[in-house]
């Protein structure tokens, strides 16, 4: 089933879907894209490259309380804190975005590590895949490819999206999305035309082209693990490094956490709220010992994480070269670069 | 979690009347933590300590929260309740609610709900207190005195007679200070030279005295039992060690100054003892007034000193001195009345001010003691003008306290001396003393006339020129009067030394509005300062006469002792510590410590407080960016926790 | 009901505390919102705390210190005056009413003044009405 | 437009003569990164890396902030932009560094820009200075004729708002943090390890990006800055969210300037002015 409507009526497509749950997708801000919680349907707009936050924060928000207590009362009294969603429609999510899903239900849905948070709001959301627009020119920081990700790769999505000059086209992808596709009864049905024009575009998106690494991940991966302790290696890749949070608040694939507790007059809560690895503190042990103090050890772990240790743990690369890391770097580190570089070295 | 004892204090009714003490008991044990709340008619009390013992015990407290008066006044008591029940004194929070609630409120709800307040912020920060250990240290068993008038002479001697070594720092060439310019002493008229010279001989007589005249100091520090003091000796020309008091340099000596001693009424010699029984009986060099010193020859003295004791190349030079306690006894000015133009002072050479009088009264005086004015005649009509500048909100509020007897004493004088009509002009009469009424009534009797009003001008006598004519309103009868007089005395009113803020600041005490040297409480330790190791006697501290200026001075002397008696003294812990882990090397706390108690160790780029000079202000904690720095018993957890509490309801 | 404020004091343990014990040993009167925090001298005073205070409520906040050169350790207050001056900037430009943190130097002996600061400073945190910028709202 | 390609040649040329003499043991200086607008900070150690070394208009990268980085007594020589230098004249003033350790290339340029919007940066958002104020070795013509504008001309707009307007737009823009830190990251100043933020006793503030946390870590930056802050606008270029950070740090070195008579990084011989008095200092600084 394919579907499109006008993109300057896509406030009534988001109106719809308003009514029936929580409809997620981008806004312009004043620094650029960002995903959020649409109240007014005219905020949704889809005249962007790619987000700056990724729309991770969707199922795995930056602050996530758990439970609400009071200081010097029993755990038993604490309440813990209920989701209780509404249907969520995730709206206008690129390709390498969405493939970052599949690699965080490794973390949070799959057997023996259930993440309830991340499990309720994944099974109650419709992802609304967008391609990149193949009209303009890809941004240099991207490398997707490398990573088997096109710029219009419906795999993922439930309904995937793709522009056609002025209009909108939505195809159903998977039965949940055809479903909601079909419930979607206010937008017009597309022609024959249309679908030719979705199943090129679809195609064409193959030879959109990132940069692109041709290295298989166990070439990566056994690279890295031979130079771990080349300490020369590992310091002149990082001595720009500011140890900044940036890479990882932006990225779709981070999802390391802290727990803390936030109390004031009496009453707490306790909450997980993103952690970087990047930051000195993250490994800092009670004892006041800390195995990473240097800002090579972060970053190489980092990268080691990413694309070594993930790999031999769960057979994938844990990044979807969105670029949005050497994007927002403030001194451009670019993890492609380190990975080219200690493939040369 | 922690076991908190809350106990409310009713002060009998002080608390009590305006803060439901009940009602706050009963809400401190509704807070968490706290495990016992009581309340009780006078917890400073024998049984109320006893209470509190009790409870520490059968609660297994190991917090006490005071809800009482403020912790400065029974801080230390209660601590001490805490050590004996074997808790840490620290562990004890003390809630003012009697100073900054009940005293200062009528409302009893509006005190109420802020005493809960105030509990509930003792209660946060409660439970995030340490146990601290206080440091030990020797205690230097000597003591300086600074000021050698009456108050510093008997606060040395007492002392000096327990066997302890005193060093008594005077500015100028001798001892003795005000009192040794005075005539006789009220109200008993004794003579004032008869009773202090003795004393000033002894002074220098006693082997446990080192004498500094002609010192001042320059630099204090250290902290009480072990205090480092930098004394400015000034150079005096003359080799004290040598000179035998021959006296004959004087004679000799060309140069003319004039007499600070007399009131600038005389001139006097430039090599010169003050007066007569000065002590030391050593000549100094006055070298603004020394031919030799302004032109580049003389040295007359040089020339007849057999002892070879003058020393023109004598350098100030600066003496180092340890001691466990001082003694700040500096005394007084008398204010100068020049500015309040409407009295004359300075511009009609019939206006004195009291101590000029308190000289032209005394037989070793500019006129050998006959009261005659400037021109050399008796005077036939004088006023003596009380409260100038005293008893004033425009110049100095306070009373000054020892005037209206100097006056009637001048007024009997007078009478004894001349053939003078003698006018008081007075606000009231203010004879409270012992023998003061009486002295009152027999002035009274002497025929002195008083005028109840304040004097308000003194003007040219245009009819009689040369003669003065004093303005007032007389306000038993109404009327005006304006009074034809030859000699007019003010009675200026007493105010701190010049110097006396830079001595605040060398010593650390706090001045009162006045600029008074600040007690550190008003009844209960007159004596003793916020500076701990360091007492305060005399005038210095707020005018008053002599018996009570020689009983403070005695008091002083007594409470100097308390301290260096003991071989060893406990200090406060509440000192500040850095935590390594969390310097990062900005040397901020190295940078501000007035007292260099940080210092940077270079090898592991952290900073270190040496916890003996430290004073616990917290200066360093809060400049320190990382929160490196805990400032104990003031930490950043300590404060915000408080506050949280204080904020709560 | 008429809006009563809750304002937080930092008070240096030696002057402004003292002066505030002056005033309750005159028994002179002010009206009760004031709630104080003792410190052995305001330069121990953080600038967070001043932040801090706010977001916990404070509808203002009252700093009170030694006469510049009478403090008890010196110089510390010379280094308030300059630290507080800056957060003084800091929380105007950053939109929050400038009469809400004050800093006033009030001696041991000045119980009077203290009264009287506490006197003016409420009804001006009166008539500013509740602080609502940084106050954390739950 | 200073000649970049210039300044590029004398930087390496300096860098060579440097390393090749053993007068320091590393240039801090910049190389390409993964594309033209984009290049990166750089620290070259031997002669062979010199030919990473670039210089283009995007080289804006504060090279100060590199210094405390590398052990004490290491011999440095470092390519400084007016700001840069000013950031390492604090450093010393705040012996984080010494000045005979360090060998200051200074680069006098105008017109660089910011690769993320392509502005050129000036006054508006920086110091607006075009020449090093403290050098060994100047690698271009010093630059002049450029109309001098104050650094804090920009504040009048913000110092004219309602107080509650600007409270709205501090607050809006204050919201935006995700609580990266790359702000105290790119700071040449913020050399604290751990920052005040990251204590857990205290915890001054809740980890979480909201507004009560965000406000407290950077109204206590602004006021760990105070005096300190030498405007070269790298806090704001390295947010991802585009916080206007710059306004507040210019708006609290502008109060400094007027309240204490110094500016931060001018010369080596003051001290940092939070840690300083004058007897003399006004109480109207309070009013």
């Given at each position: 089933m394919l579907k499109k409507t006008a993109i300057n009526k896509i406030s009534e497509l988001a109106a719809v879907l308003m009514e029936k749950g929580t409809l997620i997708a981008p806004v312009k801000e004043v620094s650029g894209h960002n995903f959020a919680q649409i109240?007014?349907?005219?905020?949704?707009?889809?005249?962007?490259?790619?987000?700056?936050?990724?729309?991770k924060s969707a199922f795995f928000p930056h602050k996530e309380d758990f439970i609400n207590y009071k200081v010097g009362?029993?755990?038993?009294?604490a309440e813990p804190v209920v989701l209780n969603l509404k249907p969520m429609f995730l709206f206008g999510v690129r390709p390498c975005d969405v493939k970052s899903f599949q690699i965080m239900d490794i973390h949070f849905n799959a057997a023996g590590i259930i993440d309830p948070y991340w499990r309720q709001r994944r099974e109650a959301t419709t992802i609304f895949g967008y391609a990149f627009d193949l009209s303009k020119s890809v941004d240099s920081?991207?490398?997707?490819n490398t990573l088997g990700?096109?710029?219009?790769?419906?795999?993922?999505?439930?309904i995937f999206m793709v522009k056609k000059d002025n209009e909108l086209l939505l195809k159903g992808i998977t039965l949940q999305g055809k479903k909601l596709l079909s419930e979607l009864t206010t937008i017009e049905n597309g022609k024959a035309a249309d679908k030719k024009y979705f199943e090129e575009y679809i195609k064409k998106g193959r030879d959109y082209?990132?940069?692109?690494?041709?290295?298989d991940q166990e070439t990566i991966t056994k690279k890295l693990e031979d130079i771990f302790h080349n300490t020369d290696f590992w310091t002149r890749v990082s001595s720009?490094?500011?140890?900044?949070?940036v890479c990882t608040f932006v990225c779709p694939t981070c999802y390391c956490f802290d727990i803390c507790d936030d109390t004031q007059f009496g009453r707490g809560t306790r909450r997980r709220v993103w952690d970087a690895c990047?930051?000195?503190?993250?490994?800092?042990?009670?004892?006041?010992?800390?195995?990473?103090?240097q800002v090579y050890q972060r970053l190489r772990q980092k990268i080691n994480h990413k694309y070594s240790y993930h790999v031999r743990k769960y057979?994938?690369?844990?990044?979807?070269?969105?670029g949005r890391c050497t994007r927002y770097c403030p001194v451009s580190i670019d993890i492609y670069s380190i990975i080219e570089e200690a493939i040369k070295t | 979690m922690s076991r908190i004892g809350v106990f409310v204090c009713h002060c009998g009714l002080n608390i009590a009347k305006t803060v439901r003490v009940s009602e706050l008991a009963q809400f401190a044990s509704t807070?968490?933590?706290?495990v016992v709340a009581k309340d009780y008619?006078?917890?400073?009390?024998t049984p109320g300590q006893e209470m509190i013992a009790n409870d520490i015990k059968e609660h297994r407290l190991d917090r006490v929260i005071i809800t009482a008066c403020s912790p400065l006044m029974h801080e230390q008591t209660f601590r001490k309740v805490l050590a004996a029940s074997g808790?840490?004194?620290?562990l004890l929070t003390i809630v003012n609610?009697?100073?900054?609630?009940s005293w200062v409120t009528h409302d009893i709800e509006e005190g109420t709900s802020k005493a809960k307040a105030l509990l509930n912020g003792a209660v946060y920060r409660a439970r995030l207190l340490a146990p601290l250990t206080s440091r030990v240290i020797d205690v230097n068993p000597d003591v300086m005195v600074v000021g050698g008038g009456i108050a510093g002479i008997q606060a040395a001697l007492e002392l000096a007679n327990t066997g302890k070594k005193v060093y008594l720092v005077e500015?100028?060439?001798?001892?003795?200070?005000h009192m040794a310019q005075f005539d006789k002493t009220f109200p008993?008229?004794?003579c004032s030279a008869c009773i202090l010279t003795p004393k000033m001989d002894s002074v220098l007589q006693n082997k446990n005295i080192t004498l500094m005249t002609y010192c001042e100091v320059t630099e204090v520090k250290g902290f009480v039992g072990n205090f480092d003091i930098t004394v400015q000796q000034k150079?005096?020309?003359?080799d004290h060690n040598k000179c035998?008091?021959?006296?004959t340099c004087m004679e000799k000596c060309p140069g003319k100054g004039i007499s600070e001693w007399d009131e600038s009424l005389v001139k006097r010699k430039?090599?010169?003892?003050?007066?007569?029984?000065?002590?030391?009986q050593k000549p100094i060099i006055d070298k603004e007034v020394c031919t030799y010193f302004l032109k580049?020859?003389?040295?007359l003295c040089e020339k007849v000193c057999e002892q070879k004791a003058?020393?023109?190349e004598q350098q100030d030079s600066f003496v180092q001195v340890k001691v466990g306690a001082v003694i700040v006894a500096t005394g007084y000015d008398l204010m100068d009345?020049?500015?309040?133009?409407?009295?004359g002072y300075g511009k009609y050479p019939g206006v004195y001010n009291a101590l000029e009088v308190e000289r032209l009264f005394n037989s070793a005086g500019p006129t050998g003691g006959k009261v005659t004015l400037r021109d050399g005649k008796e005077p036939q009509t004088i006023a003596i003008l009380h409260c100038i500048g005293s008893r004033d909100k425009n110049h100095y509020?306070?009373?000054?306290?020892?005037c209206c007897m100097y006056s009637l004493k001048f007024a009997h004088l007078f009478k004894e001396k001349t053939s003078a009509d003698v006018y008081q002009f007075y606000i009231?009469?203010?004879?409270?003393?012992?023998g003061y009424e009486e002295f009152y009534n027999r002035v009274i009797e002497e025929d002195v006339k008083f005028i109840r009003g304040k004097a308000a001008r003194v003007a040219q006598n245009t009819d009689e020129p040369g003669r003065l004519i004093v303005e007032a309103?007389?306000?038993?009868?109404g009327k005006f009067v304006k009074l034809p007089v030859d000699m007019v005395v003010l009675s200026p009113a007493i105010v701190p030394r010049s110097d006396s803020k830079d001595l605040a600041r060398l010593f650390n005490l706090s001045t009162d509005k006045q600029g008074f040297f600040m007690e550190r409480?008003?009844?209960?330790?007159?004596?003793?300062?916020?500076?701990?190791?360091i007492f305060i006697a005399g005038v210095c501290q707020s005018p008053k006469d002599i018996p009570d200026t020689v009983a403070q001075a005695n008091g002083a002397a007594a409470e100097a002792l308390t301290i260096i008696v003991k071989d060893k003294m406990e200090l406060e812990a509440t000192t500040a510590m850095v935590n390594p882990a969390s310097?990062?090397?900005?040397q901020n706390c190295v940078r501000v410590c007035p007292y260099g108690a940080p210092s940077f160790n270079y090898d592991k780029w952290v900073s270190e407080i040496n916890e003996a000079l430290c004073?616990?202000?917290g200066l360093c904690a809060a400049v320190c960016p990382s929160s490196a720095i805990i400032a104990r018993h003031f930490t950043n957890e300590q404060v915000l926790a408080e506050m949280e509490g204080l904020m709560e309801f | 009901m008429a809006f009563e404020p809750k304002i937080l004091g930092i008070a240096c343990n030696w002057c402004t505390y003292t002066g505030a014990d002056l005033a309750g040993t005159t028994r002179l009167l002010y009206p009760q919102n004031l709630r104080v925090v003792r410190v052995m001298?305001?330069?121990?005073?953080?600038?967070s705390f001043i932040f801090r205070a706010f977001q916990l409520g404070a509808d203002g906040v009252f700093v009170g210190g030694c006469h510049p050169g009478d403090c008890h350790y010196n110089t510390g207050n010379l280094y308030a005056r300059r630290r507080l001056a800056v957060t003084k900037k800091i929380l105007e430009f950053a939109g929050?009413?400038?009469?809400?943190f004050r800093v006033e130097w009030i001696s041991a002996s000045e119980g009077n003044k203290f009264a009287e600061v506490v006197q003016e400073f409420t009804a001006q945190i009166k008539n500013l009405g509740?602080?609502?910028?940084l106050k954390i709202q739950k | 437009m200073a000649d970049f390609k210039k300044i590029e040649e004398n930087l390496k040329k300096e860098a060579k003569r440097l390393l090749e003499a053993g007068e320091v043991t590393v240039v801090l200086a910049y190389s390409k990164g993964f594309d033209e607008k984009h290049p990166m900070p750089y620290a070259a150690k031997?002669?062979?890396?010199?030919?990473n070394i670039v210089f283009n208009?995007?080289?804006?990268?504060?090279?100060?902030?590199?210094?405390?980085?590398?052990?004490?007594g290491t011999k440095i020589a470092v390519a400084v932009k007016a700001a840069d230098s000013r950031a390492v004249i604090q450093l010393i003033q705040e012996e984080?560094?010494?000045?005979?350790n360090l060998v200051l290339l200074g680069i006098p340029v105008?017109?660089?820009?910011?690769?993320?919007?392509?502005e050129v940066i000036d006054?508006?958002?920086?110091?607006?200075?075009?020449?090093?104020?403290?050098?060994?070795?100047?690698?271009g013509a010093e630059v002049h004729g450029q109309k001098i504008v104050s650094?804090?001309?920009?504040?009048a707009e913000y110092e004219a708002m309602d107080k509650d307007a600007r409270w709205e737009f501090w607050k809006n823009q204050l919201d935006k943090?995700?609580?990266?830190y790359a702000c105290r990251k790119a700071c040449?100043?913020?050399?604290?390890?751990?920052c005040f933020i990251d204590?857990?006793?205290?915890?001054?503030?809740?980890?979480?990006?909201?507004?009560p946390g965000n406000m407290m870590y950077h109204l206590t930056r602004f006021h760990h800055l105070a005096?300190?802050?030498?405007?070269?606008g790298e806090c704001s270029r390295a947010c991802p969210v585009d916080i206007p950070l710059y306004l507040f740090h210019k708006k609290v070195a502008k109060e400094c300037e007027e309240m204490f008579g110094q500016a931060a990084?001018?010369?080596?011989?003051?001290?940092p002015v939070l840690v300083d008095f004058r007897v003399e200092d006004s109480d109207k600084i309070l009013e």
């Amino acid at each position: 089933m394919l579907k499109k409507t006008a993109i300057n009526k896509i406030s009534e497509l988001a109106a719809v879907l308003m009514e029936k749950g929580t409809l997620i997708a981008p806004v312009k801000e004043v620094s650029g894209h960002n995903f959020a919680q649409i109240l007014d349907p005219q905020k949704v707009d889809l005249d962007f490259y790619n987000t700056i936050m990724s729309p991770k924060s969707a199922f795995f928000p930056h602050k996530e309380d758990f439970i609400n207590y009071k200081v010097g009362k029993p755990i038993s009294e604490a309440e813990p804190v209920v989701l209780n969603l509404k249907p969520m429609f995730l709206f206008g999510v690129r390709p390498c975005d969405v493939k970052s899903f599949q690699i965080m239900d490794i973390h949070f849905n799959a057997a023996g590590i259930i993440d309830p948070y991340w499990r309720q709001r994944r099974e109650a959301t419709t992802i609304f895949g967008y391609a990149f627009d193949l009209s303009k020119s890809v941004d240099s920081a991207d490398f997707y490819n490398t990573l088997g990700i096109y710029a219009a790769d419906p795999d993922g999505s439930d309904i995937f999206m793709v522009k056609k000059d002025n209009e909108l086209l939505l195809k159903g992808i998977t039965l949940q999305g055809k479903k909601l596709l079909s419930e979607l009864t206010t937008i017009e049905n597309g022609k024959a035309a249309d679908k030719k024009y979705f199943e090129e575009y679809i195609k064409k998106g193959r030879d959109y082209k990132t940069r692109f690494m041709c290295l298989d991940q166990e070439t990566i991966t056994k690279k890295l693990e031979d130079i771990f302790h080349n300490t020369d290696f590992w310091t002149r890749v990082s001595s720009a490094c500011l140890s900044c949070g940036v890479c990882t608040f932006v990225c779709p694939t981070c999802y390391c956490f802290d727990i803390c507790d936030d109390t004031q007059f009496g009453r707490g809560t306790r909450r997980r709220v993103w952690d970087a690895c990047m930051f000195t503190d993250f490994t800092l042990e009670a004892s006041g010992h800390n195995p990473r103090t240097q800002v090579y050890q972060r970053l190489r772990q980092k990268i080691n994480h990413k694309y070594s240790y993930h790999v031999r743990k769960y057979g994938v690369i844990s990044c979807v070269g969105c670029g949005r890391c050497t994007r927002y770097c403030p001194v451009s580190i670019d993890i492609y670069s380190i990975i080219e570089e200690a493939i040369k070295t | 979690m922690s076991r908190i004892g809350v106990f409310v204090c009713h002060c009998g009714l002080n608390i009590a009347k305006t803060v439901r003490v009940s009602e706050l008991a009963q809400f401190a044990s509704t807070l968490p933590d706290v495990v016992v709340a009581k309340d009780y008619k006078f917890m400073c009390s024998t049984p109320g300590q006893e209470m509190i013992a009790n409870d520490i015990k059968e609660h297994r407290l190991d917090r006490v929260i005071i809800t009482a008066c403020s912790p400065l006044m029974h801080e230390q008591t209660f601590r001490k309740v805490l050590a004996a029940s074997g808790l840490n004194q620290y562990l004890l929070t003390i809630v003012n609610i009697r100073e900054q609630v009940s005293w200062v409120t009528h409302d009893i709800e509006e005190g109420t709900s802020k005493a809960k307040a105030l509990l509930n912020g003792a209660v946060y920060r409660a439970r995030l207190l340490a146990p601290l250990t206080s440091r030990v240290i020797d205690v230097n068993p000597d003591v300086m005195v600074v000021g050698g008038g009456i108050a510093g002479i008997q606060a040395a001697l007492e002392l000096a007679n327990t066997g302890k070594k005193v060093y008594l720092v005077e500015k100028n060439s001798t001892i003795g200070g005000h009192m040794a310019q005075f005539d006789k002493t009220f109200p008993t008229l004794d003579c004032s030279a008869c009773i202090l010279t003795p004393k000033m001989d002894s002074v220098l007589q006693n082997k446990n005295i080192t004498l500094m005249t002609y010192c001042e100091v320059t630099e204090v520090k250290g902290f009480v039992g072990n205090f480092d003091i930098t004394v400015q000796q000034k150079a005096r020309y003359v080799d004290h060690n040598k000179c035998n008091a021959c006296m004959t340099c004087m004679e000799k000596c060309p140069g003319k100054g004039i007499s600070e001693w007399d009131e600038s009424l005389v001139k006097r010699k430039a090599i010169y003892i003050p007066f007569p029984q000065a002590v030391p009986q050593k000549p100094i060099i006055d070298k603004e007034v020394c031919t030799y010193f302004l032109k580049g020859k003389c040295r007359l003295c040089e020339k007849v000193c057999e002892q070879k004791a003058i020393d023109f190349e004598q350098q100030d030079s600066f003496v180092q001195v340890k001691v466990g306690a001082v003694i700040v006894a500096t005394g007084y000015d008398l204010m100068d009345t020049r500015p309040l133009v409407q009295y004359g002072y300075g511009k009609y050479p019939g206006v004195y001010n009291a101590l000029e009088v308190e000289r032209l009264f005394n037989s070793a005086g500019p006129t050998g003691g006959k009261v005659t004015l400037r021109d050399g005649k008796e005077p036939q009509t004088i006023a003596i003008l009380h409260c100038i500048g005293s008893r004033d909100k425009n110049h100095y509020e306070h009373c000054s306290r020892v005037c209206c007897m100097y006056s009637l004493k001048f007024a009997h004088l007078f009478k004894e001396k001349t053939s003078a009509d003698v006018y008081q002009f007075y606000i009231d009469i203010r004879a409270a003393g012992k023998g003061y009424e009486e002295f009152y009534n027999r002035v009274i009797e002497e025929d002195v006339k008083f005028i109840r009003g304040k004097a308000a001008r003194v003007a040219q006598n245009t009819d009689e020129p040369g003669r003065l004519i004093v303005e007032a309103e007389d306000t038993i009868t109404g009327k005006f009067v304006k009074l034809p007089v030859d000699m007019v005395v003010l009675s200026p009113a007493i105010v701190p030394r010049s110097d006396s803020k830079d001595l605040a600041r060398l010593f650390n005490l706090s001045t009162d509005k006045q600029g008074f040297f600040m007690e550190r409480h008003p009844k209960l330790a007159p004596l003793s300062t916020m500076s701990e190791g360091i007492f305060i006697a005399g005038v210095c501290q707020s005018p008053k006469d002599i018996p009570d200026t020689v009983a403070q001075a005695n008091g002083a002397a007594a409470e100097a002792l308390t301290i260096i008696v003991k071989d060893k003294m406990e200090l406060e812990a509440t000192t500040a510590m850095v935590n390594p882990a969390s310097c990062s090397g900005c040397q901020n706390c190295v940078r501000v410590c007035p007292y260099g108690a940080p210092s940077f160790n270079y090898d592991k780029w952290v900073s270190e407080i040496n916890e003996a000079l430290c004073k616990g202000c917290g200066l360093c904690a809060a400049v320190c960016p990382s929160s490196a720095i805990i400032a104990r018993h003031f930490t950043n957890e300590q404060v915000l926790a408080e506050m949280e509490g204080l904020m709560e309801f | 009901m008429a809006f009563e404020p809750k304002i937080l004091g930092i008070a240096c343990n030696w002057c402004t505390y003292t002066g505030a014990d002056l005033a309750g040993t005159t028994r002179l009167l002010y009206p009760q919102n004031l709630r104080v925090v003792r410190v052995m001298c305001s330069s121990r005073i953080n600038p967070s705390f001043i932040f801090r205070a706010f977001q916990l409520g404070a509808d203002g906040v009252f700093v009170g210190g030694c006469h510049p050169g009478d403090c008890h350790y010196n110089t510390g207050n010379l280094y308030a005056r300059r630290r507080l001056a800056v957060t003084k900037k800091i929380l105007e430009f950053a939109g929050l009413e400038p009469g809400r943190f004050r800093v006033e130097w009030i001696s041991a002996s000045e119980g009077n003044k203290f009264a009287e600061v506490v006197q003016e400073f409420t009804a001006q945190i009166k008539n500013l009405g509740p602080q609502t910028k940084l106050k954390i709202q739950k | 437009m200073a000649d970049f390609k210039k300044i590029e040649e004398n930087l390496k040329k300096e860098a060579k003569r440097l390393l090749e003499a053993g007068e320091v043991t590393v240039v801090l200086a910049y190389s390409k990164g993964f594309d033209e607008k984009h290049p990166m900070p750089y620290a070259a150690k031997s002669v062979a890396d010199i030919k990473n070394i670039v210089f283009n208009e995007y080289c804006n990268h504060n090279m100060a902030r590199y210094l405390v980085r590398y052990p004490q007594g290491t011999k440095i020589a470092v390519a400084v932009k007016a700001a840069d230098s000013r950031a390492v004249i604090q450093l010393i003033q705040e012996e984080k560094v010494k000045r005979e350790n360090l060998v200051l290339l200074g680069i006098p340029v105008y017109g660089m820009k910011n690769s993320k919007t392509g502005e050129v940066i000036d006054s508006k958002t920086t110091s607006g200075l075009c020449n090093p104020v403290l050098y060994d070795i100047l690698l271009g013509a010093e630059v002049h004729g450029q109309k001098i504008v104050s650094p804090y001309e920009v504040l009048a707009e913000y110092e004219a708002m309602d107080k509650d307007a600007r409270w709205e737009f501090w607050k809006n823009q204050l919201d935006k943090c995700i609580r990266c830190y790359a702000c105290r990251k790119a700071c040449p100043m913020c050399y604290c390890d751990p920052c005040f933020i990251d204590q857990s006793k205290p915890r001054w503030a809740d980890k979480a990006p909201q507004s009560p946390g965000n406000m407290m870590y950077h109204l206590t930056r602004f006021h760990h800055l105070a005096g300190r802050c030498i405007d070269c606008g790298e806090c704001s270029r390295a947010c991802p969210v585009d916080i206007p950070l710059y306004l507040f740090h210019k708006k609290v070195a502008k109060e400094c300037e007027e309240m204490f008579g110094q500016a931060a990084g001018m010369k080596l011989e003051d001290k940092p002015v939070l840690v300083d008095f004058r007897v003399e200092d006004s109480d109207k600084i309070l009013e």
